[in-house]
């Protein structure tokens, strides 16, 4: 069992940034790619960015490029997600999730098998 809990969600305005950390506990954090996700308000939780075991390979929805980066800190079972030049449609519930997977990296909600309970992110016009 893996327990993650996010944080460095709030309000903020278009143009700003937010860096949102997951912290885990309970397995060995190298055992587990990661990745964040989001929800907006009436929409399907959506994939943003995953980050490989070692940290060294990293995929993003095409959305994100460029404005975000997720990374990942094994001596301190932490995963990140820095969101730059933030928009109103970025607004959302954030959440990381960690997988078991050995293949390459994942993207699907179903591919995932921890959670967690997610930060909420605002962006203003």
């Known amino acids: 069992q893996v327990q993650l809990v996010e944080s460095g969600g709030g309000l903020v305005q278009a143009g700003d940034s937010l860096r949102l950390s997951c912290a885990a506990s309970?397995?060995?954090?190298?055992?587990?790619?990661m990745g964040w996700f989001r929800q907006a308000p009436g929409k399907e939780r959506e994939f943003v960015a995953a980050v490989s075991r070692s940290g060294i390979t990293t995929y993003y929805t095409d959305s994100v490029k460029g404005r975000f980066t997720i990374s990942r800190d094994n001596t301190k079972n932490t995963v990140y997600l820095q969101m730059n030049s933030l928009k109103p449609e970025d607004t959302a519930v954030y959440y990381c999730?960690?997988?078991?997977?050995?293949?390459?990296?994942?993207?699907?909600?179903?591919?995932?098998?921890?959670w967690g309970q997610g930060t909420q992110v605002t962006v203003s016009a």
């Open positions: 999730a960690a997988t078991r997977s050995l293949v390459g990296l994942k993207v699907r909600n179903e591919e995932y098998d921890y």
């Open positions: 309970g397995r060995t954090f190298t055992n587990y790619a």
